[in-house]
């Protein structure tokens, strides 16, 4: 640990917005602070979807290590441009587009409307189906909220909003204290819902702030958070996530199944054990969508199904994720297992 510390830059004390203006934005300056061969590094696989990783994430990897769990899910690495990656064309995996009912406004299934509130992330997985999705063609704050928000108000066969993105985490207090309690106020509404990874890589931003708007929502508030790997709990985090129980926040977990980060048994059983302990239930263990300079990260359905049917045979029921695959027009998660 002390090796890690002297490396890595510590992330200063203070905002959650200092943390992101501090983030690595590279995969050189990435294998630099972690001392890992440069020559790792992809500048080239950048153009299109950036490196950016918040110093806090970066030091929960270990230094030297280039098959890092952490490390891979964030850098930019050869293998993105491979030719099998290359070759594979398919842009919106899930099919966002034809499920869009009005500008940052999908729906896919029965009662449940996703809302992309913002097209930033406090992290850039490099697996992600949103890497090609066309966020600038998304109109930005309010005006677009309104719409959305008229929208939900008139159709009453909604009862569930889910603040997504991007991340929604990575707007201003202020702004989300306003959604929620625009949300709140539409009658048919009964549940608000949060897809956020902002507590794994800037843990601070579970701020008074936040807490304020968390315990003020009427309605009940499910953040459904995003660890993939043991090592993402650390004490911040841990803190983090005590604080949004303590303000009455349910708390699930939703992963993904990634070659060489967390595709072993004892892998996927240390982080569902980890994340019960801190009362986070596992809600989803999804299967990679197949999304060009993401394909390094699939794991076949046999060995998925293998793998989840170890974790039945071994944790509590509650303990284990249910296996899904996002396919385009049907009408809920697909079930593997
Ligand atoms: C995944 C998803 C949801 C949520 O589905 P649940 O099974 O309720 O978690 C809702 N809307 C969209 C567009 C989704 O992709
Ligand atoms: S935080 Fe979520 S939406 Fe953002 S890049 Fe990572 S997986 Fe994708």
Not at 31 to 48: H, K, Q
Not at 61 to 90: C, K, W, Y
Not at 272 to 290: F, G, K, R, S
Request: charged letters at 25%.
């Amino acid at each position: 640990m002390s090796k890690i510390l002297a490396t890595i830059p510590r992330p200063v004390e203070g905002t959650w917005q200092t943390s992101m203006k501090r983030a690595i934005r590279s995969s050189t300056a990435l294998c630099g602070v972690l001392e890992i061969d440069p020559r790792l590094a992809c500048p080239a696989a950048e153009a299109d979807f950036p490196v950016f990783a918040p110093l806090e994430f970066v030091q929960k990897m270990e230094i030297g290590n280039s098959r890092d769990p952490l490390f891979l899910q964030v850098t930019a690495g050869l293998e993105e441009l491979s030719d099998e990656n290359r070759a594979h064309s398919t842009r919106d995996a899930v099919g966002d587009k034809a499920a869009e009912r009005s500008p940052g406004l999908l729906q896919k299934y029965d009662r449940r409307v996703l809302m992309i509130a913002t097209g930033a992330c406090a992290v850039h997985c490099r697996y992600c189906f949103r890497r090609h999705y066309p966020y600038s063609a998304v109109p930005p704050g309010r005006q677009a909220w309104e719409n959305s928000m008229d929208l939900i108000a008139a159709d009453e066969s909604l009862d569930e909003v889910i603040l997504s993105g991007g991340d929604p985490l990575t707007l201003a207090d202020e702004s989300l204290a306003w959604l929620i309690d625009r949300i709140a106020s539409i009658r048919h509404i009964r549940r608000v819902r949060i897809h956020t990874r902002v507590p794994v890589v800037i843990p601070g931003r579970i701020c008074a702030a936040l807490l304020d708007w968390v315990v003020r929502c009427r309605l009940p508030l499910y953040f459904v958070l995003h660890f993939n790997h043991v090592h993402e709990i650390d004490a911040a985090t841990r803190t983090a996530l005590a604080e949004l129980r303590r303000a009455g926040a349910t708390l699930l977990n939703q992963s993904v199944l990634l070659a060489g980060v967390n595709d072993s048994f004892e892998a996927q059983r240390e982080l569902c054990l980890a994340l019960v302990d801190h009362q986070v239930l596992p809600y989803y263990l999804h299967q990679l969508d197949l999304v060009q300079g993401a394909l390094h990260f699939q794991v076949s359905d046999a060995r998925a199904r293998q793998l989840h049917a170890q974790l039945q045979a071994h944790l509590p029921g509650y303990a284990v994720p249910k296996l899904v695959r996002e396919e385009p027009g049907c009408r809920s998660k697909t079930s593997l297992a």
